[in-house]
Nanobody, 115 residues
Framework: QVQLMESGGGLVQAGGSLRLSCAAS????????MGWYRQALGKQRELVAS?????SLKGRFTISRDNANNTAYLQISSLRPEDTAVYYC???????????????WGQGTQVTVSS
């Protein structure tokens, strides 16, 4: 079972930057893709960035991966109050013994941007 642990959220002033981290753990698995979604209060969850899909928010959001450590990062620059949301990490992994593709979600980390 893959566990995803996000960190790096918090309260930030508008115009600032933030880097979120997501570490995957939990035995033998092979990550094929990682991504970030966010969900603001009262809104639908939306894709922020993914190593697999190009259809994501661009510009101020940059996703990167440390494959050796099964960690993904989301760098957010020029933060705006409308970026306030819970940010969720996702991972797609092949899991032994049958190497089927499974999808996992983290618990989420709150990002609050003050004006």
């Amino acid at each position: 079972q893959v566990q995803l642990m996000e960190s790096g959220g918090g309260l930030v002033q508008a115009g600032g930057s933030l880097r979120l981290s997501c570490a995957a753990s939990g035995g033998a698995f092979y990550i094929t893709a990682m991504g970030w979604y966010r969900q603001a209060l009262g809104k639908q969850r939306e894709l922020v960035a993914s190593t697999k899909y190009e259809d994501s928010l661009k510009g101020r959001f940059t996703i990167s991966r440390d494959n050796a450590n099964n960690t993904a990062y989301l760098q957010i620059s020029s933060l705006r109050p409308e970026d306030t949301a819970v940010y969720y990490c996702t991972a797609e992994a092949r899991v032994p013994p049958f190497m089927t593709i499974e999808h996992y979600w983290g618990q989420g980390t709150q990002v609050t941007v003050s004006s």
